[in-house]
């Protein structure tokens, strides 16, 4: 079974330029999560989506970020205009959606440098 | 958002030796589970505890729920190259759709 797909696997842009991540999900998989994760912490939950709707985006920073997941599969995480703090490793997860908690699979991450 | 702790940050050692890294948080785990994060992965789930006092072993890695579910310990033996990582905790947030809460990490470096 193939694993969480992202790309691209490395982006260096200058601040104030927009950037756009992609992430395919392992198949089946209702449930999305795209978790940023700065260098020396843990991963923190940016957006969850369940298929095609949005369960939790209270900690997406809505002034510069934007995300969708169209027709519930793949989803795109865009930064626009980019800051030097949004250096980080951009980490996309999915799981199978029934009640209660599921395991969560990760892909490899993007990560991000903002010169 | 619970807030989870963990210790120690950083731990070098050589192979061979045993360590044991911490997770604690002022209050009490649904549940908690361990990853470790290899440089330039995602992570990757290496157990669940749900249970107070629960021990679960996984080869040379041995994991601890505390009997109040405040904290877990993970415990590895005779560590190898291989071990090397940062190994994160992390507790499922049930009102925001169970994403997960992850602690800072503790990175591993085992040298030969």
């Known amino acids: 079974e193939a694993g969480v797909a992202q790309s691209p696997r490395y982006k260096i842009i200058e601040k104030r330029q927009s950037v756009a991540f992609w992430c395919n999900p392992i198949s089946g998989h209702a449930t999305l999560y795209w978790y940023q994760q700065i260098l020396g912490q843990g991963p923190k939950l940016l957006i969850q989506?369940?298929?095609?709707?949005?369960?939790?985006d209270s900690q997406l920073p809505k002034d510069r970020f934007s995300a969708e997941r169209l027709k519930g599969v793949d989803s795109t995480l865009k930064i626009q205009p980019a800051k030097l703090e949004d250096s980080a490793v951009y980490l996309c997860?999915?799981?199978?959606?029934?009640?209660?908690?599921?395991?969560?699979?990760f892909g490899p991450g993007t990560r991000l440098t903002v010169l | 958002t619970q807030l989870l702790e963990q210790s120690p940050q950083f731990l070098s050692i050589q192979e061979g030796e045993n360590l044991t890294v911490y997770c604690n948080s002022s209050s009490v785990f649904s549940s908690l589970q361990w990853y470790r994060q290899e440089p330039g992965e995602g992570p990757v789930l290496l157990v669940t505890v749900v249970t107070g006092g629960e021990v679960k072993k996984l080869k040379r890695l041995t994991f601890q729920f505390g009997d109040a579910r405040k904290d877990s310990s993970l415990h590895i033996t005779a560590a190898q190259p291989g071990d090397t990582g940062l190994y994160l905790c992390a507790s499922p947030e049930r009102n925001s759709g169970y994403a997960l809460n992850f602690g800072k990490g503790t990175s591993l470096l085992v040298t030969p």
């Open positions: 989506f369940q298929n095609n709707g949005v369960v939790d």
């Open positions: 997860a999915s799981s199978p959606w029934t009640s209660g908690f599921n395991e969560q699979f």
